[in-house]
T-cell receptor, first 114, second 108 residues
Framework: DTGVSQDPRHKITKRGQNVTFRCDPI?????LYWYRQTLGQGPEFLTY????????KSRLLSDRFSAERPKGSFSTLEIQRTEQGDSAMYLC????????????FGPGTRLTVL | KNEVEQSPQNLTAQEGEFITINCSYS?????LHWLQQHPGGGIVSLFM???GKKKHGRLIATINIQEKHSSLHITASHPRDSAVYIC??????????FGAGTILRVKS
């Protein structure tokens, strides 16, 4: 257990539905990342927060995806109008102060879109 | 071509064997990470290095910045080492770019 938690661990939804995932970081960590991992591949970067500011977004993050970190603590990732191609593991990772660049990963949320 | 390439993609070893997993990258990096992922998804950071060599228990990681290459070695492998090993490089700020992973199975 790295101290990073994600909820839910598994989500099955029908195409076209909206889903929201939550990540709770290690409390003193100000950096938070979202990644997506499809079967047989390494994770791909989606977006990065430093405190409440979203500093970087991948072009993978289409307009159906939105991420927030309103108080600089937990973060949510919402996918609107889900498509079968959105089926993947969504991983959250957090990190501490700049210069201490290790990232601690949560257990992930596995999304299946039927 | 991916920015991070790992080899081999799959590796089966007998318990006790010395294992090497390789990682090559094509861009300038500020650090390289080796990660372990078990079935079910959880990822654990094994090493973060920017030069030289690090050792932790039976695991050794090396990096050659000039050749843009890193290796992860496992000595005296054990079935509990079976997992996916992922190489990731940090480019610029904080973003990680990941390899596809090496699936390791150690048989008893």
């Amino acid at each position: 257990d790295t101290g990073v938690s994600q909820d839910p661990r598994h989500k099955i939804t029908k195409r076209g539905q909206n889903v929201t995932f939550r990540c709770d970081p290690i409390s003193e960590h100000n950096r938070l990342y979202w990644y997506r991992q499809t079967l047989g591949q390494g994770p791909e970067f989606l977006t990065y927060f430093q405190n409440e500011a979203q500093l970087e977004k991948s072009r993978l993050l289409s307009d159906r995806f939105s991420a927030e970190r309103p108080k600089g603590s937990f973060s949510t990732l919402e996918i609107q109008r889900t498509e079968q191609g959105d089926s993947a593991m969504y991983l959250c990772a957090t990190g501490g102060l700049a210069g201490m660049n290790e990232q601690f990963f949560g257990p992930g949320t596995r999304l299946t879109v039927l | 071509k991916n920015e991070v390439e790992q080899s081999p993609q799959n590796l089966t070893a007998q318990e006790g064997e010395f294992i090497t997993i390789n990682c090559s990258y094509s861009v300038g990096i500020s650090a390289l990470h080796w990660l372990q992922q078990h079935p079910g998804g959880g990822i654990v950071s094994l090493f973060m290095l920017s030069s030289g060599k690090k050792k932790h228990g039976r695991l050794i990681a090396t990096i050659n910045i000039q050749e843009k290459h890193s290796s992860l070695h496992i000595t005296a492998s054990h079935p509990r080492d079976s997992a996916v090993y992922i190489c990731a490089v940090r480019i610029g700020g904080n973003k990680l770019v990941f390899g596809a992973g090496t699936i390791l199975r150690v048989k008893s």
